[in-house]
């Protein structure tokens, strides 16, 4: 069965810092991934996405995302975060079914 | 920027009342969703739909439901609505299939439900 696991509940960092969070997923075949960013209140927005080819893939907002087949992982990375990154990130896995199965997010704080 | 429209963004409604969550998408899914959140927490699956006339049950049990008459329509309604239901709804659509659009799900900005 496809699953989507994000160790981190929460991530504090300062502004400026470089920013990792982590997405374990699992699936027999290479599925499609995605990482989306939830504001409060708002609804969800996609920072980026892989299907296949290239393993690191670019996003909106200056993040990037590596996926590792080895590790059954794809994190989010951004190497200086800004106080509008905080918010709440989720990852996201459809398999052959289309199925999205979505992480249970990890909540970013940013220190000024 | 997707197109995917909720209403209302916020409701606050006294209990037994009956409520219709509007979703409209323009961008022509054959599939759409609803998810219901609560602050904080992980997305659920209440409902899907694969197109027209199409209705399924998500993930998670919830006493809504929900019709696809249109297309770009897919209203969720609550009949007799309880503080149980105090949630955030997020309604979504994707293609149905096609690697060109690469199956992106795409969300509204949400409905905040309250019911006192």
């Known amino acids: 069965a496809q699953s989507v696991t994000q160790p981190d509940i929460h991530i504090t960092v300062s502004e400026g810092a470089s920013l990792e969070l982590r997405c374990n997923y699992s699936y027999g075949a290479t599925p499609y991934l995605f990482w989306y960013v939830q504001s409060p209140g708002q609804g969800l927005q996609l920072l980026l996405k892989y299907f296949s080819g290239d393993t690191l893939v670019q996003g909106i907002k200056g993040f990037e995302a590596e996926f590792k087949r080895s590790q059954s992982s794809f994190n989010l990375r951004k190497p200086s975060v800004h106080w509008s990154d905080a918010a709440e990130y989720f990852c996201?896995?459809?398999?052959?079914?289309?199925?999205?199965?979505f992480g249970t997010g990890t909540r970013l704080k940013v220190l000024a | 920027e997707a197109d995917i429209y909720q209403t209302p963004r916020y409701l606050v409604i006294g209990t037994g009342k009956k409520i219709t969550l509007e979703c409209s998408q323009t961008?022509?899914?054959?599939?759409m969703y609803w998810y219901q959140q609560d602050p904080g927490m992980e997305l659920h699956l209440i409902h899907y739909s694969y197109g027209v006339n199409s209705t399924e049950k998500g993930d998670l049990s919830s006493e809504s439901t929900v019709s696809r008459i249109r297309t770009e329509h897919f209203p969720l309604t609550l009949e007799s609505a309880r503080p149980s239901h105090t949630s955030q709804y997020l309604c979504?659509?994707?293609?149905?299939?096609?690697?060109?659009?690469?199956?992106?799900?795409?969300f509204g900005e949400g409905s905040w439900l309250t019911v006192v």
């Open positions: 979504a659509s994707s293609p149905l299939l096609g690697e060109a659009a690469g199956n992106t799900i795409y």
């Open positions: 961008m022509g899914h054959d599939k």
């Open positions: 996201a896995v459809v398999g052959g079914t289309y199925k999205y199965i």
